[in-house]
């Protein structure tokens, strides 16, 4: 199995940033690629980026310019600057790791993590 972890939300105003970190123990060497999901009140979850092992990276229209998505593979962490964000950017955001598959297709995610809190103001 693979644990998730995900920290750095919090409340920012519009025009802020926020950096969010996941961090993936267990059985890490299964991993293939990892993405952040997120999902507002009312509405399904989206993919907002993801990245896999080679570098290789996927970005949502909504955030492309905004957001960007690294990773360290030593240290199984991945991360997400949000800058310049939006009140639309509010919701919950989630860490998702997947085996094999495409970057940006959800289901071919097999880890989630528990979510963490964006919430931007106007």
């Known amino acids: 199995q693979v644990q998730l972890v995900e920290s750095g939300g919090g409340s920012v105003q519009a025009g802020g940033s926020l950096r969010l970190s996941c961090a993936a123990s267990?059985?890490?060497?299964?991993?293939?690629?990892m993405g952040w999901f997120r999902q507002a009140p009312g509405k399904e979850r989206e993919i907002v980026t993801a990245?896999?092992?080679?570098?290789?990276?996927y970005y949502a229209d909504s955030v492309k310019g905004r957001f960007t998505i690294s990773r360290d593979n030593g240290k199984m962490l991945v991360y997400l600057q949000m800058n310049s964000l939006k009140p639309e950017d509010t919701a919950v955001y989630y860490c998702?790791?997947?085996?094999?598959?495409?970057?940006?297709?959800?289901?071919?995610?097999?880890?989630w993590g528990q979510g963490t809190q964006v919430t931007v103001s106007s």
């Open positions: 998702a790791a997947a085996r094999k598959g495409e970057l940006a297709t959800m289901g071919d995610y097999d880890y």
């Open positions: 267990g059985r890490t060497f299964r991993i293939y690629a």
């Open positions: 990245i896999n092992w080679s570098g290789s990276t």
